[in-house]
């Protein structure tokens, strides 16, 4: 039974800390959590703008890419066809232009990078953030990433462990870019590696084919059918992973082929990414039921390897029979607590880690502190769900402005603009009036009465595009201006033109533009 209600919270990310402050972090500390998988969360994680973090073989184009979204330099900034950065690099918003080196970084209670101090020295010395101002980092924040090494190189040791560092990321942003170059598709071992350490964060992955004007089309299909081969071995998901095809510089197109299909997805992409700013609250709610669910999971490895240790005798031979036997408690755990085999941490790992700790210092089983987690689960987070919705209404166009976001939005280069129902948005002449000639022989062989046609004999000549009626109906409701359920000569012109525009496979639009009202009818629309 319960002693109380759920919690009532001002904001989403107040009611996060808190609950996770008093509920999840006390379990997180009892069965040593931040040992094995992820250190603590601060306030700093709970407060930070949304984060894309981007990965890539090296030379795939991940700094230009960023140089692409902020159309500016930013400082530390270096692009080259040799592995040129090689450290990662925290790309934010600043009042002024500069660089932080990585051991000030982890000392700023403002940003939320704190726990990285974890990862020594080798690694702070290979991160630094680069501050500036620009419109775009207003609303997100971007890292790059060290490329990843193919062949031989990677043997080199980087001093510190890339992949754990890119997993404690991985919990952390919002958004995960994988990028790969059309013009060399190979994926070496450790970018396989990497891609496999982010494993529960397949959500936050979209893949960015890039440099892909470099080829012809046939041979970009043959390319896009390898990479999704590839990413379907490594990436254990059932549905498709989202990749987009570009080029994501501001240098002309080699092969200008396929200019459309980049402009679409372009289009696509950064639709995604200034989704970030509304879906972020979200986001952080689902990193916290994750993180919440695998702490539970912890706790009973934890307290059962516990159970199950000598208090006296031969504790170093029931160690290593424990540690191996691991499999064989995951089986039991899951089938005692009802839990999902996908819950789990990675087996290998975790035995691996084991083997450093003493197993008689772990906790037993403390049925409270699972209790408080479970009703974080069961009811708090309910009621946080409600005030991500309400904060979502209340700043409906939060959005990423500036930059390469600004370029496309309105103008004669906005995506789509002058096809389509666009088509001659531009001409002072009507756009219809160029077919009307064609389309005037067929209205005057449909019994026109007082200049007009009936809506039966009109819909018999409509019918013959084969597009479905709810599609026909929509433009009869665009053509029939005057709404007198008859169409005359141009209304009718009209009605064929959105016939045209819909089979040649543009969308509709809800209104009829101003440039595709009749110039006779216009007065009627202004009225």
Not at 197 to 225: C, F, P, S, W
Request: aromatic letters at 8%; hydrophobic letters at 40%.
């Amino acid at each position: 039974m319960r002693k109380k209600d759920p919690e009532v919270f001002q904001t989403v990310s107040d009611g996060l800390k808190k609950l996770y402050k008093t509920k999840l972090l006390p379990l997180e500390e009892h069965y040593k959590f931040h040992e094995f998988h992820s250190p603590a969360l601060e306030d700093a994680d709970f407060d930070n703008k949304p984060m894309v973090l981007l990965v890539g073989q090296y030379s795939t184009g991940k700094t230009s890419f960023i140089r692409y979204l902020l159309e500016q330099d930013f400082p530390g900034m270096r692009i080259g066809p040799e592995p040129t950065t090689d450290s990662f690099i925290a790309v934010m918003h600043g009042d002024t232009e500069g660089l932080i080196p990585g051991n000030a970084l982890v000392v700023d209670p403002k940003k939320p990078f704190r726990k990285l101090n974890a990862f020594g020295n080798a690694f702070l010395n290979r991160f630094v953030c680069a501050q500036l101002p620009n419109p775009v980092l207003e609303s997100i924040s971007v890292i790059d990433t060290p490329g990843i090494l193919s062949g031989e190189k990677q043997r080199i040791s980087r001093g510190y462990d890339f992949a754990a560092v890119l997993e404690w990321f991985a919990e952390r942003v919002d958004r995960i870019i994988l990028l790969f170059d059309a013009h060399k598709l190979d994926i070496s071992d450790e970018f396989s590696e990497v891609i496999k350490a982010l494993k529960n964060h397949e959500d936050k992955i979209r893949v960015v084919l890039n440099k892909a004007d470099q080829i012809e089309t046939q041979q970009l299909m043959r390319v896009y059918g390898a990479l999704m081969w590839s990413l379907g071995k490594i990436v254990n998901t059932p549905e498709v992973i989202r990749v987009y095809i570009g080029s994501f510089w501001s240098h002309p197109l080699l092969i200008p082929d396929n200019r459309k299909l980049f402009e679409a997805e372009e289009q696509d992409l950064f639709k995604d990414i200034q989704s970030l700013p509304r879906n972020a609250a979200l986001r952080k709610l689902n990193d916290l039921i994750k993180r919440a669910r695998l702490a539970k999971v912890h706790a009973y490895i934890i307290s059962s390897l516990k159970k199950e240790m000598p208090s006296v005798f031969g504790k170093e031979g029931k160690k290593k029979e424990l540690i191996n036997s691991l499999g064989e408690i995951y089986s039991r755990i899951e089938r005692e607590h009802q839990i999902s085999p996908g819950d789990f941490p990675n087996l290998k790992k975790m035995q691996e880690q084991l083997n450093s700790h003493d197993l008689n210092k772990f906790q037993p089983l403390k049925i409270k502190l699972l209790d408080s987690v479970d009703d974080m689960l069961a009811h708090d987070i309910a009621g946080l769900m409600v005030l991500v919705r309400q904060e979502e209404t209340n700043r409906p166009q939060q959005g990423v402005k500036g930059g390469a976001f600004d370029g496309t939005l309105n103008g004669p280069f906005g995506h789509g603009y002058g096809e389509g129902a666009g088509e001659g948005i531009d001409e002072a002449e009507w756009v219809v009036a160029r077919d009307k000639p064609m389309y005037d022989e067929i209205f005057y062989t449909l019994s026109p009465v007082n200049g007009k046609v009936t809506g039966a004999n009109a819909k018999k000549e409509m019918v013959k595009s084969k597009l479905p009626n709810t599609v026909l109906g929509k433009i009869w409701k665009l053509a029939d201006i005057d709404k007198d359920g008859m169409l005359d000569d141009e209304e009718f012109a009209l009605a064929n033109h959105l016939i045209k525009v819909k089979l040649e496979g543009h969308e509709l639009p809800a209104d009829l533009p101003g440039h595709l009202i009749p110039p006779s009818k216009r007065k009627i629309t202004a009225e």
